[in-house]
């Protein structure tokens, strides 16, 4: 049995799909198809039961992916610590940031402190929002500093990169503005960003679709960089959860923020998908758990 099958064969008794098993393989369905096909026919016996609505393993199945996931682990593990020894902390680290206020006030220490470590890792930071973390899963970047909630299995939460409290971007002529603060309450009266490419559990954490009492939440127009979000507030037509520092990083003269209550704290974390984890990613993640670490 070829190691790609085994991939092929592991990946689709977790999703139980095989048109999501092709995409996270970047392989055509038919491809999957025939691999389980001609696996059965050598093994003697279905792996999975298929139907037009589900697909389940086996019992024959379940045997094979309780055998064959902790060895196929083990391998994976291996083959990464053997190329993390030849090469060390080096070649091409790609960092993607959704918002420079998800990458927290210590960023650019955390960056100056490994590039001095590793000069040998040529690291490359990219913003591009939103976070869409798709961009791990095709190879376009190693790490992502991005907002939580985060719920992906093949994704690893890092270390925390930022904490804040809540507040709310408004015109700085808004009624808001002029109240000084800002209630969950409050968004009734508004529109938010449309969410667009916004990974949805985040999205629907800090842009309900209804207020604490029901009342709905206007959406605006969808965005497609950091600055559409400054443009849209300062024309009024939006206003927009976020964090004290993000006005640190992108400022306009027609913004001001006031503190947003009955909103949690926003936590950003860096991200990295878990089986391409090697040397470089755990240099910087641990360098960035080291300077953010509590004095």
Not at 28 to 48: C, K, N, W
Request: aromatic share 8%; net charge negative.
């Amino acid at each position: 049995m070829e190691l790609r099958e085994v991939e092929i064969f592991l990946v689709l008794a977790e999703e139980l799909h095989f048109g999501r098993t092709a995409e996270r393989l970047y392989l055509s369905q038919p491809r999957v198809s025939q691999t389980i096909r001609a696996m059965e026919e050598r093994l003697g016996g279905r792996l999975f039961d298929r139907t037009s609505r589900r697909v389940r393993l086996t019992a024959l199945g379940e045997r094979l992916r309780d055998e064959l996931g902790p060895a196929h682990e083990q391998f994976r593990k291996a083959i990464t610590i053997a190329t993390d020894l030849a090469r060390g902390v080096s070649g091409e680290l790609r960092l993607c940031v959704a918002g420079y206020s998800m990458a927290g006030p210590a960023f650019t220490q955390i960056v100056r402190t490994f590039q001095a470590r590793y000069p040998d890792c040529r690291l490359t930071v990219t913003e591009e929002f939103p976070g869409e973390l798709n961009r791990l899963r095709t190879g376009a970047y190693h790490l992502m500093c991005h907002r939580l909630p985060v719920d992906e299995p093949d994704l690893t939460v890092g270390p925390t990169m930022n904490l804040e409290e809540c507040v709310l971007l408004v015109q700085s002529a808004h009624p808001l503005a002029e109240r000084g603060h800002a209630t969950a309450e409050d968004l009734g009266d508004y529109a938010v960003i449309a969410r667009g490419r916004i990974p949805r559990l985040m999205y629907d954490t800090y842009f309900p679709a209804a207020t604490p009492s029901g009342r709905p939440i206007r959406r605006g127009p969808e965005i497609v960089s950091t600055s559409d979000i400054l443009h849209l507030i300062a024309r009024d037509e939006v206003v927009h959860p976020t964090v004290p520092s993000f006005l640190s990083y992108y400022h306009h003269p027609d913004i001001t923020h006031v503190p947003l209550a009955g909103f949690p704290p926003m936590k950003s974390a860096l991200l990295w998908l878990t089986n391409l984890e090697n040397a470089a990613i755990r240099a910087f993640a641990a360098t960035a758990a080291e300077v953010t670490a509590p004095v």
